[in-house]
């Protein structure tokens, strides 16, 4: 790609209006409509173009790509280097609307949504005295990019205010001033958690003072310490937002809200009270959408796994299980696979607790126990629904499994998730459950078992010689390379100095043949059936993660946390 930019010619042959009805994208008509509107309202022709209806967003831009010649840039996948952050202005970078994406000797290559400005160009070049070439983005997505990327680097300094003044323990009068105070850290809380990626947020009252802490990669980490005089505001803060009684502090309590970020991007936050010892805890889960749109084939399936996995879910009938312990990534699997399965042939409906992602044409919807719409309940009144695809959010009873297992032996096909160590153990739970060995091998497509595994940060790993009891831990040969682990470099941006940053998915895939369906039929324990699907070509957990070694992508210390 990097030479791509170089070589890019940023010369139009024609203007935009022309190539739009040159390739179909809008009429003649449109085209007059569309120069009138610009005229008018004085914006550019491709904004008069978008707020008309004519074309969307992304289509714009591809076209202005292929238009002037230039990269088109989707900032989402796309990963920057930290250095080139720490080189630029962020304020600049803001006001142009403008992302460096890296350097090559004395020019700098940045993303724009508006490459033919030459002002925001020469902006940029007089400061950071480099040459600089354009590539292609939208708006939002340079927005988004620079929130995320920036945020990271953001001191939290603003949150080491002084303590809010209290005349007793018991007053929780505020001034106007103090009010605005903790309505600011409570943003500034919600927006830093986002912006680091974090999945939950945990608020602790401590005898003395409150403790923050984010969980981040699957790990909860120190985010800040406050003074104990914001806990009672703090957390009534959070209990408005999310519609929970703040006078009750005796019970446990749940509630949600929406966030707006910034103008383009907002999160759901699923909130948690809990009475202890030196006052309430709350806890947040933080429900990025963007999460839930992660496509299938960048969640770490291996070539021959993935392709295994997507013939499995492409069945007419059947039961398909994902399985593994709380916070491996079920649901986000789920997720992705739905999406690719998500077409206007199909009727897919799910019964989930809760929703965690808002999927666009899937008819979604959550237990609540007190109106009796248990995961059984559902299940029954969806075969009433005339669905191709059911996605039922756990196994949790012997009832709901008979469901499951009906819906799969008519016609359906069936996701689930169930938590067991490994593929092969999916089978016994379900006969400790009562389930008839038989019915599972007739109605068992594929199980899944699934952990997420940190990815080592790739500015600071370093190479290493392994000692012969690490290797001994996970079953692994001694390599004929060295391999990598995390450094102890605390003043790491790019990781914070964890040694990690970003997780990736370690998989295995069981997809049982007519030899193993009889075997479970007469009763064969997890270790023959462990054997036979290894034999039919099956990688374990543990295998797959050393290959991830072997590629230094993780470390032996991150296999043996997660197994």
């Known amino acids: ?28 008509e449109q085209l007059e409509e569309a120069l009138v509107y610009k005229d008018e309202t004085r914006c550019r022709f491709g904004d008069a173009c978008v707020r008309l209806g004519f074309i969307d967003q992304n289509t714009l831009t591809d076209m202005l790509s292929r238009q002037l010649r230039i990269p088109r840039v989707e900032l989402e996948y796309y990963e920057i280097d930290s250095d080139i952050l720490d080189f630029v202005d962020k304020d600049l970078v803001s006001e142009l609307n403008m992302l460096p994406l890296y350097r090559i000797d004395n020019e700098l290559v940045v993303s724009t949504d508006d490459p033919l400005n030459v002002s925001i160009i020469d902006s940029m070049q007089r400061s950071t005295k480099l040459k600089v070439m354009t590539a292609i983005s939208t708006k939002e997505e340079i927005q988004k990019a620079i929130q995320s990327y920036f945020a990271i680097y953001t001191s939290a300094s603003d949150l080491d205010e002084q303590p809010i003044q209290e005349e007793s323990n018991e007053s929780l009068e505020l001034t106007e001033e103090e009010a605005e105070k903790i309505v600011n850290v409570a943003d500034r809380i919600l927006k830093d958690s986002v912006e680091l990626g974090a999945s939950d947020i945990h608020i ?74 030196h006052g309430e805890k709350v806890v947040m889960r933080i429900l990025d959408e963007a999460r839930g749109k992660i496509p299938l084939d960048r969640l770490g399936f291996s070539k021959n796994v993935l392709e295994s996995w ?32 998500n077409t206007i042939e199909k009727n897919i ?50 009832e709901t499994i008979s469901l499951a297992i009906r ?87 790019n990781c914070r100095g964890t040694g990690y940053r970003g997780r990736i998915g370690l998989y295995e895939l069981l997809v049982p043949s007519q030899e193993i369906n009889l075997m479970i039929t007469e009763g064969a324990n997890d270790i023959q059936i462990q054997k036979a699907a290894s034999e039919k070509g099956m990688k374990r957990l543990t295998d797959e993660g050393q290959d991830m070694i072997l590629k230094g992508i993780t470390s032996i210390e991150e296999l043996n946390r997660v197994l």
Do not use: W
């Open 1 to 28: 790609m990097k030479t791509e930019f170089k070589k890019t010619a940023q010369a139009m042959t024609i203007n935009l209006g022309e190539f739009l009805v040159q390739e179909y994208l809008i009429t003649e």
């Open 204 to 277: 602790e009252q401590k005898e003395k003072n409150i403790r923050v802490r984010l969980r981040v990669d699957g790990m909860l980490q120190k985010y800040r310490e406050l003074p104990k005089s914001h806990a009672s505001p703090l957390i009534s803060r959070y209990k408005v937002l999310s519609g929970i009684d703040i006078a009750e502090t005796r019970k446990p309590q749940d509630g949600r809200f929406k966030y707006q970020i910034n103008k383009v991007r907002s999160v759901d936050l699923r909130v948690s009270t809990y009475p202890a010892a």
């Open 310 to 341: 997507q013939k499995s879910c492409s069945l007419p009938n059947g039961i398909v299980l994902v399985t593994g312990p709380t916070g491996s990534g079920k649901s986000t699997t789920l997720y992705a696979t739905l999406n690719i399965m």
């Open 349 to 398: 409906i799910t019964i989930e607790d809760p929703i965690e992602y808002k999927l666009d044409g899937i008819i979604q919807a959550q237990v609540n126990e007190k109106a009796e719409m248990t995961f059984a309940a559902a299940l029954r009144s969806m075969l009433r629904q005339d669905p191709d695809i059911i996605m039922v959010g756990e196994m949790r009873d012997r």
């Open 407 to 493: 819906a799969a032996l008519t016609g359906h096909l069936v996701f689930s998730t169930l938590h067991t160590n490994d593929a092969v153990s999916s089978y016994t739970r379900l006969i400790d459950m009562g389930t008839d060995p038989f019915l599972l091998s007739s109605s068992i497509r594929a199980i899944l078992a699934q952990r997420l595994l940190r990815v080592l940060c790739t500015k600071c790993k370093i190479e290493y010689e392994p000692l012969e009891k690490e290797l001994n831990s996970i079953n692994m040969k001694k390599p004929e390379t060295l391999i990598y682990k995390k450094s102890n470099k605390k003043n790491c941006k």
